[in-house]
T-cell receptor, first 113, second 111 residues
Framework: EAQVTQNPRYLITVTGKKLTVTCSQN?????MSWYRQDPGLGLRQIYY???????DKGDVPEGYKVSRKEKRNFPLILESPSPNQTSLYFC????????????FGPGTRLTVT | QKEVEQDPGPLSVPEGAIVSLNCTYS??????FMWYRQYSRKGPELLMY????GNKEDGRFTAQVDKSSKYISLFIRDSQPSDSATYLC???????????FGTGTRLTVIP
């Protein structure tokens, strides 16, 4: 079964404590992306990756880092989380050349106090 | 002005009703028009998409794009309680690296 898995699914943390949200896909897709979803703002792209070692900023990259060392994994790193990063985060995958057709993970709900 | 505008609803309809969900957009470069469905506490799932103008039908769902008026529609025939979800339109230009999501319309189909 084609999957995008995210861990953890729920996380409550404190301001400034570094955290990583993992994302993994089993379809060998080149493209992966991170979005955050906030009420009234919809889904906004944080970072994306076209392939291994190729990453670029989306619309709201401030405060986030990513890495793509292998095709299946695309972790999202918050070096120093702040309360305005409290949100619902989604990872997505897509085959090369078809980034209009994205498949999302189940989401990670992050609360930063 | 947002690139994609979508009425957030909520929209409540009786079972069996025809539902019309709509978005407007401002970017003339949009060529792919996606509709995602998102159930509560789940990730968005791709429902269907169209390329350029015209209609596309998939079972009870019909997607319609009018590029001249920059208007995107999703019609659901014979709506079912299982259709209760938030529907997100997401147009994008050819070759783009992201989707431009509307904020979603929350639909409830009442048995």
């Amino acid at each position: 079964e084609a999957q995008v898995t995210q861990n953890p699914r729920y996380l409550i943390t404190v301001t400034g404590k570094k955290l990583t949200v993992t994302c993994s896909q089993n379809m060998n897709h080149e493209y992966m992306s991170w979005y955050r979803q906030d009420p009234g703002l919809g889904l906004r792209q944080i970072y994306y990756s076209m392939n291994v070692e190729v990453t670029d900023k989306g619309d709201v990259p401030e405060g986030y880092k990513v890495s793509r060392k292998e095709k299946r994994n695309f972790p999202l790193i918050l070096e120093s989380p702040s309360p305005n990063q409290t949100s619902l985060y989604f990872c997505a995958r897509s085959p090369a050349g078809q980034t209009y057709e994205q498949y999302f993970g189940p989401g990670t709900r992050l609360t930063v106090t | 002005q947002k690139e994609v505008e979508q009425d957030p609803g909520p929209l409540s309809v009786p079972e069996g009703a025809i539902v019309s969900l709509n978005c407007t957009y401002s970017n003339s470069a949009f060529q792919y028009f996606m509709w995602y469905r998102q159930y509560s506490r789940k990730g968005p799932e791709l429902l269907m998409y169209t390329y350029s103008s015209g209609n596309k039908e998939d079972g009870r769902f019909t997607a319609q794009v009018d590029k001249s008026s920059k208007y995107i529609s999703l019609f659901i025939r014979d709506s079912q309680p299982s259709d209760s979800a938030t529907y997100l339109c997401a147009p994008t230009p050819t070759g783009a690296n992201n989707l431009f999501f509307g904020t979603g319309t929350r639909l409830t189909v009442i048995p």
